[in-house]
């Protein structure tokens, strides 16, 4: 199993900046991809962005440009998302994610409790 640990989330108002950061430890061999999905009220759950140990990043359109992933160099178990210039639309509970993979084969993905972020207006 691979626990995961976000902080970071709160109330900011709009334009503002906020960093997420989520650390996994448990069983961490393997590790792959990690990121941040989000879910509003009354919508569904929506990937933000992603990461994979390789570094390479993934987006939704509506993020590109604001929002920023990245990974800790040294031990590649700790995902944070840079988020500038926040609108209203981005409030919503973020929850990350990290799958594990090996040699292809994929062996599960975990889920964060979920951090709150409001952006007021």
């Known amino acids: 199993q691979v626990q995961l640990e976000e902080s970071g989330g709160g109330l900011v108002q709009a334009g503002g900046s906020l960093r997420l950061s989520c650390a996994a430890s448990?069983?961490?061999?393997?590790?792959?991809?990690m990121g941040w999905y989000r879910q509003a009220p009354g919508k569904q759950r929506e990937l933000v962005a992603a990461?994979?140990?390789?570094?390479?990043?993934?987006y939704a359109d509506s993020v590109k440009g604001r929002f920023t992933i990245s990974r800790d160099n040294a031990t590649r178990n700790t995902v944070y998302l840079q988020m500038n210039s926040l609108k209203a639309e981005d409030t919503a509970v973020y929850y990350c994610?990290?799958?594990?993979?090996?040699?292809?084969?994929?062996?599960?993905?975990?889920w964060g409790q979920g951090t709150q972020l409001t952006v007021s207006s």
């Open positions: 448990g069983s961490i061999l393997f590790l792959n991809a």
């Open positions: 990461i994979t140990s390789g570094g390479s990043t993934n």
């Open positions: 994610f990290a799958d594990r993979t090996n040699r292809g084969t994929f062996l599960g993905r975990y």
